[in-house]
């Protein structure tokens, strides 16, 4: 369902925004198995329908996604609309205020279709870690959607919503875009407001956007990104028209494509990356090198970790949320209470992780040493981009894999996210979308990583590469 | 203070030094848009980031980082252009975000000092370690029944913490230091210095070691001291203490305590094996805090003449002695009445010393009866100066000066109208004062001939006669000059 087609039905009223809501609340439904979605809004999306069908008719149309329904991942605070993180610890928790990327979605009247189930906190690469269940994976309910935004890719691939909102830490927008064959953009970090979007890494998180293809997913980040008095680390630069740039299909291009990403491929891997670039007029495929990224998850996880034990200790009980008090508690029996049973066990694993990277003894040998190795990531980025226009990689090592089938093994399903982390570490934009299938049957996806602010560039080659491979029909390599 | 002074003792040297926190005087708290002002009901001053609501981010607010510089430089610190905010990790119920967003290794200001001065010891400087800034924490209250309320009102206020080096030798020297601190945040308008509204605290480091020796001795933390007077008696306290187990041959352990101003004791609150692991790490919220030169020069255009430099030049260029200095120049408002008085004054420096007396007397007496700020002087320095001129101008005593003060300070008159309305005015006609003099004598001739027996201390008895006849509107000079003429034998 691309965002273009039910634009041009609204415009010729052939559907109504009411239309498009219905719809998608009985897709919603047929597709409850999934577990796509935490927390439903019917009936305010309805009325918002309503409104925007009026606004229409009086000739007034806001922008692009005017009357579009968008699913919102519940890691995104949403005024008066339950916001849980996919945690046990926040099952009660509403929001008093939007974050400025609702916000702005509100104002371009985007209809705020529902909550998405996610890994709690974010914090997760195969959407398993949720108090709310597993979510299936579209294409094939044995898999997983991959995570953490697996419910806003999983609501985009089943045809529920056509575009969503997710979030990105190390890999969280575009891995589950790549294991549920959607179109997923992590913007540069700065580009989109973090103000309401619950933190988990501070310095790595970006709201993303889903949709099924590259112009949808373009036009949603066109609406929420831009400068926000809100968020100090949110970037000056204005929002740019990205729908609309597309590359003519021979221009001259240097590709770069990462001799430490391609060494780990097996043939199907790498014949899947390779195929469609070598198909394209005008690319020069050049290889690089990116040094470090052998530290990559270990620097993530560290930095990762250790802002997400300090952004978690909020959740203490006092406030809101959980708090399990047994009868004379004292404070730190009802603290350690209410933090072990609001807790899921990777978020416990997390806070756990950070708060030793971060104490008095271990400061030096984890936490600077991770800045260090941040730092000399970036370096690598930066010099390969004195050679190529852009680079491109696998999304994910492999297509989606069977649900459980990583759960026992952190390790493993951390390793989900090496080609993606490296992009978070060093702030770049970057997006996948789907690519060929695999002997599974299952969509690779493809990661076009894009120097710092040049989103315009990475939208421009995606569509081309999108187009490509529409041409291609996408069949088995 | 009734402790012995630590500075006199011949085998032990008090170390001290002490960490003040001042609340920045702006209109918002540090990272929000909440307003500052004191006494809303409880958790009604408080947004989404003061309250740590997920989702919600930390700006900050340039007019405090502003107030901090102005403070830096008024202290010839060093004022940083690039420091970092850290989170400072610790769980407590009124730390909503469970971290206070602090500065650790890169802090805005470090070095610079102040000069304290007090009748205890000689003028000394105080070096500074540094100035941070960092947000306050909310209120808790702690119920009879367990239950502990919290109020968030205060979460957010802005703070700068201002850490001096171990340089204060006494009690009354760390009293001295405050003084001179709170001088300095009244006279640049960073902070109000308000101790009882909590916007002005102070912790302190004590340790003691044997006199000449280099190394220091093993300190304690002293919190919880909410008044000048408590600083005063915590650390005699504490020093005391350390004192008396080093003497008894025990070793002071490294604990953090609390001074308990009930009991005037200070009680153990947490010992070094306990202190909080804080985990600063940079603050990911907050972009690195960049101050250009071209701001930190604008800052400094704006400071005023401080509370120090101003009493040496008062004591320079008036004369005054360095306690008249110390007194005038101890707020600016006061320094500023005084400043404006004088620059209505039209006689020399015996009028300079004339007005500090008038003003380190009868003005600050007033203003102690009545509670009043030194700002709240009801009697215009112009006025003060006209009653000078009267007295200097033999139109009234002194002793009538004081009436006229007391009536302008009530209500604003013009003092020559009131003393002619009053009928209040200095006789000065000999004719008159003649007149008087020889109704006194008439009435006390058995006086006269003692006197004139060579029992010249009956003078004083005369003048008092006289000057009661005339209502103590005789002027004294005349009065004394026609005594002695009509005593000495006009007759």
């Known amino acids: ?57 009086q ?51 985007a209809i705020i279709f529902g909550k998405t189930n996610c890994d709690e906190f974010a914090m997760g690469s195969s959407n398993e870690n949720s108090a709310y269940g597993p979510v299936l994976n579209p294409l094939n309910p044995s898999c997983v959607p991959g995570g953490s935004s697996g419910g806003s890719a999983a609501a985009v691939a089943a045809g529920i919503v056509p575009l969503s909102l997710g979030s990105d830490t190390g890999g969280s927008v575009r891995q589950p875009a790549s294991l549920c064959g959607v179109v997923g953009v992590k913007p540069s970090y700065g580009r989109v407001s973090r103000n309401g979007l619950v933190a988990f890494g501070s310095s790595l998180d970006q709201i993303g956007t889903f949709a099924a293809d590259v112009e949808g997913a373009a036009a949603l980040l066109e609406v929420i990104a831009g400068p926000d008095p809100l968020d100090s680390t949110c970037s000056n630069r204005a929002t740019e028209p990205w729908s609309q740039q597309r590359d003519p299909q021979d221009a001259p291009i240097r590709i770069g494509l990462p001799k430490e990403y391609t060494s780990v491929l097996d043939d199907e891997a790498k014949a899947a990356l390779l195929a469609p670039l070598e198909a394209m007029d005008g690319v020069q495929l050049v290889e690089i090198s990116l040094a470090h990224t052998e530290f990559a998850i270990a620097t993530y996880y560290v930095l990762g970790s250790a802002e997400a034990s300090a952004n978690l200790a909020r959740y203490d009980g006092i406030r809101y949320g959980v708090r399990v008090q047994e009868a004379g508690a004292d404070l730190e029996e009802t603290y350690i209470a209410s933090r072990s ?137 | 203070m009734n402790a012995p002074d ?105 070095g610079g000092g102040v000069w304290i001065e007090g009748k205890e010891f000689p ?41 001096s080096e171990p340089d204060l030798r006494s ?179 015996d009028q300079l010393k004339a007005l500090s007396n008038w003003i380190m007397g009868d003005v600050l007496r007033r203003c102690k009866d009545e509670g009043l700020e030194v700002s709240a002087i009801p009697l215009a320095p112009q006025r003060l100066v006209q009653l000078i001129n009267l007295i200097d101008d033999d139109i009234i005593s002194g002793k009538i000066a004081k009436k006229v003060f007391d009536a302008i300070w009530d209500e604003d008159h013009d003092p020559m109208q009131l003393i002619e309305e009053r009928g209040w005015k200095q006789v000065s006609d000999t004719g008159a004062i003649d007149e008087v003099i020889s109704k006194v004598l008439g009435a006390h001739p058995k006086e006269v001939e003692q006197f004139r027996g060579g029992k010249v201390k009956l003078k004083g008895f005369f003048v008092g006669q006289v000057m009661r006849e005339m209502r103590g509107q005789g002027n004294p000079k005349l009065v004394n000059q026609r005594l002695n003429a009509l005593l000495d034998g006009a007759d």
């Open chain 1, 341 to 477: 049973q609001g807790f899921g066990a990777e978020v416990k694993r997390r806070i756990m992780l950070g708060t030793f990277a971060l104490s008095a003894g271990y400061y030096d040998a984890y936490y600077n040493k991770a800045c260090a190795a941040r730092r000399a990531i970036g370096a690598d980025f930066k010099q390969a981009f004195e050679q190529v226009d852009l680079i491109a990689s696998l999304t994910a090592p492999s297509t989606a894999f069977p649900l459980g089938s990583k759960t026992a093994d952190p390790l493993s399903m951390y390793l989900s996210d090496i080609f993606t982390v490296p992009v978070s570490l060093a702030g770049l934009p970057a997006l996948s979308l789907p690519g060929q299938l695999a002997k599974d049957g299952l969509p690779w996806g493809l990661q076009v990583i894009a120097p710092p602010w040049r989103e315009d560039r990475m939208f421009g080659f995606a569509s081309r590469l999108e187009a490509k491979l529409v041409e291609q029909g996408r069949s088995q390599a």
């Open chain 2, 6 to 110: 630590i500075t006199q003792n011949p085998k032990w040297e008090a170390v001290i030094g002490l960490e003040v926190h001042a609340q920045l005087r702006t209109k918002s708290k540090l990272f929000c848009a909440c307003p500052t002002t004191f006494g809303s009901a409880p958790n009604h001053q408080c947004c989404p980031v003061c309250t740590g609501m997920p989702g919600s981010l930390p700006v900050i607010n340039q007019g405090a980082v502003d107030l901090a510089i102005r403070l830096g430089l008024a202290i010839g610190a060093e004022v940083h252009d690039r420091s970092i905010f850290a989170r400072k990790n610790y769980f407590y119920p009124d730390l909503p975000n469970g971290y206070q967003i602090s500065q650790f290794d890169r802090p805005l200001c470090t």
């Open chain 2, 171 to 349: 009690p009354a020297e760390a009293m001295a230091y405050m003084k001179a601190l709170r001088s300095i945040l009244r006279y640049t308008e960073v902070s109000d210095g308000n101790m009882e509204e909590g916007s002005f605290r102070c912790d302190a480091n004590i340790s003691v070691r044997p006199r000449g020796e280099t190394r220091l001795g093993t300190k304690t933390e002293l919190k919880n001291m909410n008044s000048f007077r408590f600083v005063g008696q915590a650390l005699n306290y504490e020093i005391e203490r350390h004192i008396k187990v080093l003497e008894a041959g025990g070793k002071i352990q490294q604990d953090t305590r609390l001074w308990d101003t009930r009991k005037q004791v200070s009680v153990f609150m947490r010992g070094k094996e306990d202190a909080h692991d804080y985990r600063y790490f940079p603050e990911p919220d907050l972009l690195p805090l960049e101050v250009s030169s071209e701001r930190i020069d604008r800052i400094r255009g704006q400071l005023p003449e401080l509370a120090d430099a101003r009493a040496q030049r008062y004591q320079q260029d008036y004369g005054l002695p360095a306690y008249d200095a110390g007194v005038l120049t101890a707020e600016k408002a006061l320094a500023l009445y005084f400043e404006t008085a004088v620059a209505a004054l039209k006689g020399g420096s």
């Open chain 1, 1 to 57: 369902m691309r965002l273009s087609q039910l634009r041009g039905a609204l415009e010729r009223g052939e559907v109504s925004s009411r239309g498009l809501v219905e719809t998608a609340l009985c897709k919603a439904e047929e597709c409850e198995d999934l577990n796509a979605f935490i927390t439903m809004n019917p009936d305010a999306a309805l009325s918002a329908a309503d409104q925007a069908d009026s606004e229409r008719a």
């Open chain 1, 59 to 109: 000739g007034q149309v806001r922008s692009p996604l005017h009357g579009i329904p968008v699913a919102i991942k519940d890691n995104i605070c949403t005024k008066g609309l339950r916001t849980t993180c996919a945690s046990r610890f926040l099952d009660n928790f509403v929001p008093t205020y939007d974050a400025t990327a609702v916000q702005k979605l509100r104002e371009a009247g």
């Open chain 2, 123 to 163: 003028r000394r400087w105080i070096r500074m370690t540094r100035i941070h800034m960092e947000n306050d924490a909310g209120k808790s209250s702690h119920g009879e029944d367990g239950h502990s309320l919290v109020d968030l009102n205060r979460s957010g206020m802005p703070l700068c913490e201002i850490v």
